[in-house]
């Protein structure tokens, strides 16, 4: 397949911001694609040459990535740092250094998408001494033969820069049309996701053996299950309410979510995000080696402990585990245990459509043997009253839990969703507002005084499933301590934007856009009504959408977390209303 159409598709693509006319677009695309191409330019599509869990990069530097525009396209580096340091993005760079590139005479080899991603696959699996060479000969290799706009996107690609606005379900969404004719069968096509993590899978059985394939897509070991999630609720009541009477009620731990993959003689770990993550924590994959099954998938929570008392620490402990040297010493200095709290997946056997109660049960069958000082089961214990509940989260919270999750003892797991067969009911609940709110940087100011030459404020939003944007709720300014303000400045910096994002929907004006990738945690008192931010406009009054009043950064940055898995508008707005509502005493309504 040429790879021009590709391009094209792309750079019509990045000219609008209208769900519908992308999923166009695409389905168009799709149309064209052969089918035993389609899996790839999935991948090409989201960005990625892999599904997130292979952890492949392709790792070229600027500073090379710059070399092999000045050697293709004959300029000098100096001219070439030029243009960078104006557009600030390499994709761009290519694209206008390129034009006044001298025609090669040389026959060239056709540019096409097989050639492409396999340029790119060699790319990112080149390691070690020499290889920034080898990545920049192969990039060359591309840029050679390509026009303007070709190494514009290639540029970008390479760079991991390529942003098509597009989150997953617009791209499932455009399977469904252009391989069933129908949009509503995207909900198979989703169960498959969200049972493989791996959506170029999903596109090509559907493209090769169609929908009946997809529909009886298994769960496959080593390959990460989207986790279920939970809602909030804020007192016992309504936890067991929603629980028809009867939960599960479960310590909240405040570590780290992760999937346990264990096969005869290899285990793997997920986070939350579905990355792989089993060299953070060589000390737990080992003791799941010991768990008593051929094969396994289980979720646990991953929390760093207090050598000499056994009391759990704050998920903040845990960043420690993340490096790449002295693993040893780490181990030793921060030690962690996990508490397991579901099996999804025992023996060939998928066991997710199982209730909750049996899961439970299997699961302490399975770790009864394995359990030693690492491997634990959360403690759990089941309630009909609220005062129970009440009781076991104080216990929670004493032995330095977040609160407890409750949880419904008939529901099955569902991959991927989030709904009120697990509920979440933390210590925050009890003060100020309801909740932290995880949202998405997308804007800032400059600092001023103390914080010149930093961000002084950021722009914050939360994410619009139904439009697939982010709409800003609130600037905030305050609970960063200097080392907060450098390391947003580093990191936020990389994702600088000329204009606001064609995601972001907002009525402020600020001096920097980002693109929404970094998502941090915030504390407010309340939430008002807002003329000029955008999030749930016109839901509660015409004109107006809901803001934070009194923000505060918390200190943790949801590095675990995509932008789109931010505190979603809907979110927000239940929060106004609850607030609302406690402060009438009118009884909940939903
Ligand atoms: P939060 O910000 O509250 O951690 P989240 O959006 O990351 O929420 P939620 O699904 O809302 O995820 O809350 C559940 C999270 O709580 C899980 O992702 C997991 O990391 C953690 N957790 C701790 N203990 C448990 C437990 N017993 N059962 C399920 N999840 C647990």
Known sequence: MDFKPLVETFAEMEQTSSRIALTDYLVSLLKKTPPDLIDKVTYLIQGKLYPDYE?????????????AIASSSGKNLSA???VYRETGDIGDTAGKVMVSKAQSTLVSEAMTVERVYSTFDRIARTTGQGSQETKLRHVSSLLNDSTPEEGRYIMKFVMGALRLGIADYTVLDALAIAFTGDKANREALENAYNVSSDLGTVARLLATKGLAAVKAMQVTLFKPIRPMLAERVT???????????????EYKLDGERVQVHKGKDRVELFSRRLEKITSHYP???????????????????????????GEYLP??????????YGFEEAMEAYPVVINFFDVLYLDGKNKMPLPYEE???????VLMGARDGMIKVVPQKIATKPEQVDRFMNQAIEDGCEGVMVKLPQSIYRAGSREYLWVKLKREY????????????VGALHGRGRRVGKYGALLLAAYDKSEDVFKSVSKVGTGFTDEHLDQFYRELEKHVVHQKHARVDTGMDMDVWFEPVMVIEVIASEITLSPSHTAAKNLIREGYGLALRFPKFTGRIRDDKDPEAATTVEEVATMYKRQVRVRTGAPPAD
């Open 283 to 309: 000390d737990v994959t080992k003791a799941a080696m010991g768990i008593k099954a051929k094969e396994a998938i289980m979720e646990g929570e991953v929390v760093a402990i207090n050598a000499q008392t």
């Open 430 to 441: 009890r003060s100020e507002l309801a909740d932290t709110l995880d949202l998405v940087v």
């Open 359 to 365: 899961r439970r049960e299997l699961l302490e069958k």
């Open 55 to 67: 952890g492949i990069e392709m790792g070229l530097a600027e500073k090379m990535a710059l070399r």
């Open 80 to 82: 070439v740092e030029k």
């Open 315 to 324: 998920f903040q402990e845990l960043m420690h585990r993340r490096r790449k």
């Open 235 to 249: 007192t016992a009541e309504e936890a067991l309410e929603r629980m028809e009477g009867k939960a599960a009620v």
